[in-house]
């Protein structure tokens, strides 16, 4: 009996070296207006939760196909993915630690399930993104934010880099930015609290162009950038650098 408790811990904690626990916190909404008569947005409450250290290697999501076939490039219903799935998945060995990538919704959230995680939110992923390798909060850091959009127009050629070489936050979470797009929950929901995609605040924030944005949203212009990535994109999508991490909730 004390054997099989102690292999159960230790996988438990074999499990939690590639998790890290994220504290509780809040994320200024900026993609809504300021509060009436003053110059900061609402904020937001994000519980505590756990999430991975690193983007979901090919490795990894080849292990998960072994177990689960019907999600294979072969198997897989174009209800749940486009015909881009997996198409650069493990096309040489050494790419075993590259993100997996051309991986629709669909398949990304039955890796989570399969691992008892979730994607994460819109909220709870650009809580993690604005933490900075010294700053939990560094969306009003012109470096940091110069840095990411210079990531972002940066042309990328040939195979990605390794999970775990570009930054590590200081969360412990490796590359943030600068490596991959990543799949949230909630891709096609506004992220506001009208809901509807007709939103008009949002849409006017959103797609008014740089030029009109407040002093606060060209700061910020980068997470612009991702929700306007994320309203184009449907549930089976494929796309070469986007791929996913998971969470879990700590309740």
């Known amino acids: 009996m004390l054997n099989l408790i102690f292999l159960l811990v230790f996988a438990e904690n074999l499990r939690a070296q590639n998790q890290v626990d994220v504290p509780k916190g809040h994320i200024e909404a900026f993609w809504q ?50 015909e881009n799935y997996l198409s650069n998945y493990l096309e040489e060995s050494s790419m075993e630690q590259t993100p997996i990538t051309n991986v629709s919704w669909f398949a990304a959230r039955a890796y989570c399930k399969s691992k008892g995680m979730r994607l994460p939110t819109v909220k709870e992923w650009e809580y993690l993104a604005a933490a900075s390798e010294t700053q939990r909060n560094a969306n009003r850091n012109n470096h940091f934010l110069s840095r990411i959009l210079s990531w972002y127009g940066e042309p990328k050629k040939g195979r990605l880099p390794n999970v775990g070489s570009i930054y590590q936050n200081i969360y412990g979470l490796w590359d943030m930015h600068g490596l ?38 060209k700061e910020n212009y980068a997470a612009f950038m991702r929700f306007a990535f994320r309203s184009g994109l449907k549930g089976t999508s494929t796309i070469w650098n986007l791929g996913f991490r998971c969470v879990r909730s700590l309740q």
């Open 33 to 82: 207006a300021p509060v009436k008569e003053k110059s900061f947005r609402p904020l937001l409450l994000v519980d505590a939760f756990k999430a991975m250290i690193y983007p979901v290697t090919q490795k990894q999501f080849g292990e998960f196909l072994a177990k689960n076939p019907e999600w294979t490039k072969d198997n897989v219903s174009r209800i749940f993915a486009d």
């Open 180 to 217: 991959i797009w990543e799949w949230v929950e909630d891709f096609n929901s506004n992220f506001v609290s009208g809901e509807s995609r007709e939103d008009s605040s949002f849409n006017k924030n959103l797609f008014c162009g740089a030029g009109a944005l407040s002093m606060a949203d």
